[in-house]
């Protein structure tokens, strides 16, 4: 009898979740249903759901008129640039603060965080004249460099709270076997933490993919990634919607797949250390 | 013979090479409006003839006014073209942050520009951006509905025929509401609407000491009227709807008047997008009697930034982009109903164009509006639905947002009207204009 409560009950629990993930999934789901009908399907009351003719048109459209593959790699070099060179700061800022912790330690771990919470528009203007002084507007390497900065506080602090978790004593031996520094991050700390460092790149890469301020305010034609892509199919004066789902799938294609693919590693890292 | 031929070969290489030597690359923002989008798919035509080419940013309306205000008030250079509005053009003209246009070819014709329009875009009789189109409000109505409600609509309709109108046309049950307007916070959207409604009710902005005016009968008078009018004949959550819901609206059939921006009339005339293409008539804005219609001016045009290292290219580029010519390619590949409108005198003289439906009755609709003497008692600035001051914009997204709210239902007319008067004042103190 305790064991059919408990059949109901998971039944019940999953049926909830599944319920919760359709409901969250729901608006990307509209997204790429709207992206196959014409504008005038697109704007239908009652909406229509599954039954229209379906058609690739919106995609031909923004095919033709954007240079697709151009935003998609800088997509590709912002996230992917950003992400390896946030980690190879953050990873000896994370050993550190785990290892070697000093009394402001912690000051300095809310300090990061509290960054965050700067509104981008605020500084805004400083940085956009730094770029123009330093040359780095519309370019890939100046959006790298900023991406890796306002995504630094998570990299670290999701670094910290895994290497936490390494007993210190494994190092300590490493160390008095005769391992310097170098081979205490590359061949001890690092192999031990992989896991946690690939859910970390994963979590950063989402981010700086979806990041939609400063891509679209330091680029305009060389270094500009999918989020300029799809800005430049949004309308206040003009019913486009169709088109503007075509081109929000396509941007969101990509990292729905990576997300698709390593969901294991991304709940990992989202909730390690949450349950003990 | 073979001379000749070798000589004509040389020069024409000679030329070929110079022009090649010279070609750039220019940058232009631009916004994703249709007109702007069918221009960019001639861009190749304007290679042709000049060797330039043309690299595109074209982003959402608010995302680019963002964008290239940081970019010319930084000097930043991104751009070589942008494409502005009416609002801006005036305040940037005066900052020196626009090359002047003064100096455009005779073949360009700039006298033909729409009067409206070209001082709309100039600052001390300085042209300083070239329209590519142009834009006034006008009344948008079901022929069907207003026939069957026993209704005829005059060429120039007063509000008071409006609300009648609306209620007759107004039939719940089946989803039609007698009328639809803006009423979406943000200066763009219901503040603009709004701010030239209040103009035919003979409110203004500011005094001739910019001290704000929210407190009197006038303004009182419009936001009342509006208010009971739509939510008598106005569709559910209007407060919440902008050019986009209204559009949506009225294609479906569920409007039985639309006072908006005239480029909707090509919208809601298309039988492909349109279920009530047939059926859909125009009419002046409407008025009060006091002098002032309700219509606005606006313009999308084209300048350059002051320090851009390609004026000559840039030049260039508006001339071909805003000319005669243009208009005419547009026409010979896509009909006349489909080019810009609203910029050139000579395109509302062409026969073909007189053709279109709403043609008159846009331009009407432009010559009726004066961007200098938009209220009926005396304001000291420029402009129909907006001042062209830089502080306008800030305080006009939160004096509509206070105005929706109204609308809601989460207070009073009386209040939204209190808090307005109380904001535009102390900006406007805090600015140095008080």
């Known amino acids: 009898m305790a064991r059919a409560v408990t059949t109901n009950r998971k039944m019940i629990n999953t049926a909830v979740a599944w319920l919760i993930g359709l409901l969250i999934f729901f608006p990307i789901l509209w997204t790429i249903l709207t992206s196959f009908k014409t504008e005038a399907q697109a704007i239908a009351d009652p909406p229509i759901f599954l039954f229209f003719d379906w058609t690739l048109e919106n995609y031909s459209v923004v095919q033709e008129r954007s240079d697709y593959m151009r935003f998609l790699w800088n997509s590709i070099f912002l996230a992917g640039g950003s992400t390896i060179l946030g980690l190879i700061i953050a990873v000896p800022a994370a050993w550190s603060m785990a290892f070697v912790p000093s009394k402001r330690t ?8 509290s960054t965050k919470m700067l509104p981008a528009v605020g500084v805004l203007y400083p940085i956009y004249l730094l770029f123009i002084q330093l040359g ?8 790298t460099i900023v991406l890796m900065l306002i995504n630094l506080p998570i990299i670290v602090w999701m670094l910290y709270t895994y290497f936490k978790e390494i007993p210190g004593e494994i190092l300590e031996a490493a160390r008095m076997d005769g391992a310097g520094l170098k081979e205490e991050l590359l061949y001890i700390l690092t192999p031990m933490a992989i896991p946690g460092i690939a859910s970390t790149m994963l979590l950063n890469f989402i981010l700086a993919w979806n990041e939609a301020f400063w891509t679209l305010n330091l680029t305009a034609v060389n270094a500009a990634p999918l989020t300029a892509f799809i800005a430049s199919y949004s309308s206040p004066e003009g019913l486009f919607f169709a088109k503007l789902s075509a081109a929000s799938t396509m941007a969101i294609a990509p990292i729905l797949i990576l997300g698709w693919f390593s969901q294991k590693q991304l709940v990992r890292g989202l909730t390690f250390g949450a349950v003990k | 013979m073979s001379i000749k031929n070798a000589l ?7 030329l070929l090479s110079a022009a090649s030597v010279h070609a750039e690359t220019i940058t232009i923002a631009t916004v994703n409006n249709g007109d702007m ?12 003839k000049t060797g330039h080419t043309v690299e595109w940013v074209t982003l959402e309306e608010n995302v680019l006014r963002q964008r290239v205000t940081t970019d010319i008030s930084t000097k930043g250079g991104a751009f070589d073209i942008m494409t502005i509005g009416m609002y801006e053009t005036p305040i940037w003209g005066a900052n020196g942050w626009l090359v002047p246009l003064n100096d455009l070819s005779e073949e360009y014709d700039a006298a033909d520009i729409l009067p409206a329009m070209a001082g709309g875009l100039s600052h001390d009789g300085t042209l300083y951006a070239a329209p590519f189109y142009g834009e006034s409000s006008m009344v948008m109505y079901r022929t069907d509905l207003m026939a069957k409600a026993g209704l005829e609509m005059p060429d120039a309709p007063t509000w008071e025929f409006i ?14 509401n007698g009328i639809c307007l803006r009423g979406k916070a943000g200066w763009g959207e219901g503040g603009a609407f709004i701010t030239a409604m209040s103009n035919s009710f003979g409110a203004r902005w500011f005094d001739m000491d910019w001290n704000a005016q929210f407190d009197t009968e006038e ?19 209007y407060a919440t709807n902008g050019f986009n819901e209204n559009l949506s609206l009225f294609q479906q059939g569920k409007c039985g008047m639309w006072i908006d921006a005239t480029v909707a009339a090509s919208f809601v005339t298309n039988p492909n ?4 293409a047939d059926s859909v008539g125009f009419a002046l804005a409407p008025d009060t009697g006091l002098g002032k219609r309700s219509n606005w001016l606006w313009a999308w045009a084209l300048a350059i930034p002051a320090g851009t290292q390609k004026e000559a290219a840039a030049k260039e580029f508006i001339e071909w982009a805003t000319s005669k010519s243009y208009i005419e390619l547009v026409a010979a590949k896509e009909g006349w109903a489909n080019v810009p409108p609203g910029a050139r005198t000579s395109l509302y003289e062409t026969p073909e164009y007189q053709a279109v439906p709403f043609a008159k009755m846009t331009l009407d609709s432009i010559l009726s509006a004066d961007p200098n003497n938009s209220t009926v008692e005396p304001s000291p600035y420029v402009g129909i639905q907006f001042a062209a001051i830089p502080e306008f914009a800030g305080i006009a997204t939160e004096v509509s947002q206070e105005f929706s709210a109204a609308y809601a239902g989460q207070q009073t007319v009386e209040e939204a009207l209190a808090k307005a008067q109380a904001l535009t004042n102390d900006a406007m103190e805090a600015a140095g204009y008080r």
């Open chain 2, 8 to 14: 004509c070969a040389a020069t024409a290489l000679t």
């Open chain 2, 163 to 176: 609300r009648e109108a609306a209620a007759a046309m107004t039939d719940r049950d089946n989803e039609i």
């Open chain 2, 219 to 237: 303004w009182a008078n419009t936001l009342n009227f509006y208010k009971d009018m739509m939510d008598a004949s106005g569709p559910p959550g």
């Open chain 2, 273 to 276: 997008d349109s279920t009530v």
């Open chain 1, 106 to 113: 912690k000051d300095i771990l809310l300090w990061m965080l």
């Open chain 2, 37 to 48: 989008i069918r221009m960019q798919g001639y861009t190749d035509d304007f290679t042709a």
């Open chain 1, 136 to 143: 780095l507007l519309d370019s890939r390497i100046g959006l």
